[in-house]
């Protein structure tokens, strides 16, 4: 690389880490190397580079091997991946995966053992919970679910379990913004012989609002299809970690998985990186006057939202982990089933869709879609309520979306 600054802010490192325009002919920004395959200079630079792949030989300064093939890296997952590390206070390297359920099943499947424990919050993400109950139980592995934000019990389930291997924590939980301190389980899971790696889904309000390796977390995971992609039209998923000996583990999974993001949604990616920060907050200031607006008015029993909060742990949480309270509203109808689709029906602006973290605001019915798959004592105990919907709020103008909900309020 030509001279370059050493302390750059990671607005700064967004943009200028990662990325030799040198190397892509002068363009200002990176070329996609579709390239399945990568030409040695000499035989021997052939065979150093499988020792490297191989744990024979040491990487070169920097860690990395000579490209050899796309399976195992490309110059476009090396760009975006040094591009997302300053992003997440505290890591030390970023791997990328074709979805967000191939980084967290990437994830389990390096930390698990035969016969050990995973603790998890719940709920937790849906394709999460049927990983752990149809692939990992089947295999021998022991799963104990705590609900969210029961700190205490989630403390002793650590202490207790036989062989814990993982934590797995989703915080906020989704639809109910839960919140599970990542602080108090990291430090439960450090002081046990087993060391369980403590593993977070920080999709919801990470990596601008909360800072898990910050908190002693050691693997941050991400759907990257929500608000790092923010435009619901790529499928991606990253993990980072502050120790690269675990990404160096879960790297050599993906090379056997073959779950790597392919080159083109790596460019794709890689552009969406600087605007993370200015989207997340907009969406996020909007929110929060949208929630605040709405809260009391007519045929809502209620607003969930992280500045609205009323039990004081929660409360607690949400200022010693968040810096900002995000853009997700759950708001819960008394009208029930009818009420909350009158409402979906009603939106113009708002689409009626699954999914989050776009720059569109999006609006769904958890129970009888994203939640619909769960035993009903499960949604009891997720908050999953008839009159329930969750709302993603976007960077359209907060205004406007609060006009679009008063109205589809009045037709409730
Ligand atoms: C969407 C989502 C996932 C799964 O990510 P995909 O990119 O759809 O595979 C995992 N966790 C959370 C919290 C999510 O919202």
């Known amino acids: 690389m030509p001279h370059h600054p050493t302390h750059l802010r990671p607005g700064t490192a967004v943009l200028t880490r990662g990325f030799d325009p040198a190397l892509s002919v002068g363009s200002a920004r990176p070329a996609v190397f579709r390239s399945s395959t990568y030409v040695f200079e000499s035989p021997e630079s052939a065979e150093h580079a499988f020792d490297v792949i191989g744990g024979r030989a040491p990487a070169e300064p920097g860690g990395r091997a000579d490209l050899v093939y796309a399976r195992i890296s490309h110059p476009n997952a090396e760009i975006v991946e040094d591009q997302l590390v300053p992003l997440e206070r505290g890591a030390a390297e970023a791997l990328v995966f074709n979805s967000g359920m191939a980084a967290i099943m990437t994830a389990v499947f390096t930390f698990a053992r035969p016969n050990s424990s995973i603790i998890y919050t719940v709920p937790l993400y849906g394709g999460t919970a049927q990983l752990i109950h149809r692939f990992l139980m089947p295999l021998g592995v022991t799963a ?106 879960m790297r050599s999974r993906r090379n056997m998985f073959g779950n790597i993001l392919q080159p083109d949604e790596c460019w794709l990616l890689d552009s969406r990186l600087p605007t993370v920060p200015l989207r997340m907050n907009r969406q996020s200031k909007s929110a929060q006057r949208i929630a605040e607006r709405l809260q009391g008015k007519p045929r809502l029993r209620r607003v969930i939202y992280p500045t609205l909060f009323e039990d004081p742990e929660q409360k607690r949480i949400f200022h010693a982990q968040c810096d900002y309270p995000g853009a997700i509203i759950s708001l819960e109808f008394d009208g029930g089933k009818p009420a909350a689709f009158a ?61 679009d909900f008063e109205q589809a309020l009045q037709r409730v």
Request: aromatic residues 4%; negative net charge; charged residues 20%.
């Open 144 to 249: 104990v679910s705590i609900p969210a934000g029961q700190g205490t019990a989630l403390q002793e389930a650590i202490r207790s379990s036989t062989d814990p291997c993982i934590v797995l924590i989703e915080t906020p939980a989704n639809p109910s913004l839960m919140m599970t301190d990542i602080r108090q389980a990291a430090a439960t899971a450090r002081d046990l012989p087993a060391r369980p790696i403590v593993m977070v889904d920080n999709t919801f309000l990470g990596p601008v609002f909360q800072h898990p390796l910050e908190l002693g977390a050691d693997l941050v995971l991400y759907s990257a299809t929500k608000y790092l992609g923010g435009m619901s039209d790529m499928l991606a998923g990253v993990a980072l970690a502050a120790d690269p000996r675990l990404t160096q583990e």
């Open 343 to 403: 409402f979906l029906r009603s939106l113009k602006i708002a689409r009626n869709a699954v999914s989050l973290g776009g720059v569109e605001t999006l609006a769904c019915h958890p129970k009888s879609t994203t939640h619909s798959g769960l035993e009903p004592e499960e949604q009891d105990l997720a908050g999953v309520t008839d009159g329930l919907v969750r709302l993603s709020i976007g960077i359209e103008d907060w205004r406007d979306l609060v006009a």
